[in-house]
């Protein structure tokens, strides 16, 4: 099993739709990242986050240490949001990720 | 905006061949990463660095080879390359002090035919 699961594994929605991408992990961790990856494979980092929650334009993101959960929200989502996300928690020296959830927004 | 490079974004080269990833970054970032990530799959470390002259091997098993030589420089060389090495790699960096976030390269993608 891995570390870090995501759900759901795919995700198609209409423009506009409020969008939940969830993250479980199994260990003790420092940080949880979400990060977005786009076709051609550039990552970029989205969020950081060890406790609360944290908002930048229409991404939210929250985490809850003691459930050891995270989601990533989208608020009125649009075609260019379609992409990778990933999920990815610090621990020690390292960085554990998610295989992603892929999120398609049709006009 | 991460200032964060890898070249080239695309490789496509022939079995045997010696090949070197490049990966630099112009933030004075001490640690610096290696991801190997094949289709549909997570990430997966294959090497990692804290600093000039220290490297080491990630929890994938790679036959890859990396030096650190300067700060702003971490390449990643395959001494003779297989098509079991097609994968995507993707470089990161962030500073050394604590839990900081991690800033990611384009990624090179890489063929052996």
């Known amino acids: 099993k891995n570390e870090v699961e995501q759900s759901p594994q795919n995700l198609t929605a209409q423009e506009g739709e409020f969008i939940t991408i969830n993250c479980s992990y199994s260990v003790g961790i420092s940080a949880l990242h979400w990060l977005q990856q786009h076709p051609g494979g550039g990552i970029v980092s989205l969020f950081m986050?060890?406790?609360g929650k944290k908002k930048h334009g229409r991404l939210i993101a929250t985490i809850n240490i003691q459930e050891k959960h995270s989601s990533l929200h989208i608020t009125a989502s649009h075609p260019r949001d379609s992409a990778v996300y990933i999920c990815?928690?610090?621990?020690?020296?390292?960085?554990?990720f998610g295989k992603g959830t892929l999120l398609t927004v049709n006009p | 905006e991460a200032d964060i490079y890898q070249t080239p974004r695309y490789l496509v080269i022939g079995t045997g061949k010696k090949i070197t990833l490049e990966c630099s970054q112009t933030?004075?970032?001490?640690?610096m990463y290696w991801y190997q990530q094949d289709p549909g799959m997570e990430l997966h470390l294959i090497h990692y660095s804290y600093g000039v002259n220290s490297t080491e091997k990630g929890d994938l098993s790679s036959e890859s080879t990396v030096s650190r030589i300067r700060t702003e420089h971490f390449p990643l060389t395959l001494e003779s390359a297989r098509p079991s090495h097609t994968s995507q790699y993707l470089c990161a960096s962030s500073e050394a002090r604590g839990y900081t976030e991690a800033f990611f390269g384009q990624g090179t993608r890489l063929t052996v035919v």
């Open positions: 990815a928690v610090s621990s020690n020296y390292k960085l554990t």
């Open positions: 933030m004075g970032h001490d640690k």
């Open positions: 986050l060890s406790s």
